[in-house]
């Protein structure tokens, strides 16, 4: 059963605010997880090129010595 509630202008005004508020709240929250997401990435790329580097050095030593 769906119940009618009549609200004034000033009312549904707000009421579309408070959720409008709310939206913004959870897109600021997505954007923050988002940018935590790209730093990882980042820091995880930065760390494959270093263990890349590592690892090419030492293969290139053990060609040079055999």
């Known amino acids: 059963m769906t119940q ?4 004034s202008q000033k009312e549904e005004n707000k009421f579309f605010e408070d959720i409008l508020r709310g939206m913004d709240k959870q897109q600021e929250a997505i954007m923050k ?3 935590s997401i790209i730093e990882n ?4 790329e ?3 090129h270093k263990q890349f580097a590592v690892y ?3 293969y290139i030593r053990e060609v040079k010595c055999n």
Request: overall charge negative.
């Open 33 to 35: 997880k988002a940018d």
């Open 4 to 7: 009618k509630i009549d609200l």
């Open 56 to 58: 090419s050095a030492k």
């Open 46 to 48: 930065e760390n494959i």
């Open 41 to 44: 990435v980042a820091e995880f």
